[in-house]
């Protein structure tokens, strides 16, 4: 695991590339560190280059310490973290480059239960599986269960495009 604090006036690749060898390079098929940056410039393009140099997660420099030992152990289970803060500018960033709405009608949030209905709301706001599971007092078997059927429900294929769906829709228990 490697903590790096961005430097704004540097380019990414040089940020990546000042980390000693063995957090950058290995031999092939070798599992390469995980990295978390902690932002200071949250612009899209640069967060997409950190993307692209397989950085796991993402903190804001002057993020709570919860904030930042979840995202540690987040990303210590080969999972990315990305605070809601950053996850919606990159979606707003890259929404614009994104095909249109497909012609034939999505399948309806109303389809859901009204726990799934509960736990879409949560899971949309960015929020962990365990801080689901925590505001709604579930296990985290059971979250992980609920967010499969969400998503198989609605045809989404990650929580990304939850979010996104989430985008202008409201999600109430009814």
Known sequence: ??????????????????????????PPGARRPRIIVMVRDDRVERILGYLRADVRGFVCHDAP???????????????????YGIAARIIDGILPHLPGPDPEPSPSVSELTPREREIFTLMASGISNAEIADACSLSQKTVKFHVSNILRKLGMKNRIQAVVRTRGVRCASA
């Open 1 to 26: 695991m490697v903590l790096v604090e961005d430097a704004p006036g540097v380019p990414v690749d040089e940020v990546i590339g000042r980390l000693p060898a063995p957090f950058t390079t290995g």
């Open 65 to 83: 310490l919860r904030e930042l030992v979840t995202a540690v152990r987040v990303v210590v289970r080969n999972e990315a973290f990305l605070p």
